[in-house]
């Protein structure tokens, strides 16, 4: 698919996606969870996604061509699912399905000029793509029924308190997302997807399913490459080098 509104620029383990900052549309949507697809199924040297805009507004809700419960996609779900973390950097406004989008990535920082909002009752619908259930999870359920039965609006700061945001930069958002991405690559990769894994799955799962799933991955882990470099960079005082085996 050749992408019209959304700008991808690759490094070496970071894969930058950047939403145009308009309200999304039918396209748009398309392309967001075609290369969401895409990059978390091309390579293995992938170890960070990061979701931005290239606009003041991270997403300020849906296009009018944009029915997200008839759309035919959902690329919040397709954010969700990749097994690497995501990170979305949010500024200005993220409305309704931008919120959505934000929410299916692993952690969320802002600027101050973020503004954070689920308008969608006041205009006869509901969050649909997965709004309703991820966001209890990420402020709790008081906050959540401020937001999605009133439409309460929060500030940067306020996500923070509730927890909707992991950090707020004191300035520039950049340096803060790089920051964050730099401490995220020098960690084992197939540690982080198991540690993703046992944090999305758990929840859903009765204690001691839960627990025991922790404990698979945990042995899982202990046959890989990285495990035993990590143990020799500890023992040897130097940095470790992880692969990803």
Known sequence: MKLRHLTVRVTETVHYVQLSGTALGRREAYELEYAVNAIATATESVRVIVLCSAG???CPGPDPDLEPLTAGCDPAAAIAACSMPVVA???GRTDSVGLELALAADLRIADGTARLSFPDVASGRLPCWGGTQRLPR???????ARMILTGEELDADQ?????LVHRVSDGDLDPAVDSLVLRLTSLPPLALAAAKEALTR??????RHALELEGDLNHLLQTTSDRAEGLAAFLQKRPPHFEGR
């Open 89 to 91: 950097a949010l500024r």
């Open 56 to 58: 003041p507004d991270f």
């Open 202 to 207: 758990g929840p859903e799962l009765p204690m």
């Open 138 to 144: 990420a402020a709790g359920r008081g906050m959540s």
């Open 159 to 163: 996500a923070l308190a509730c927890g």
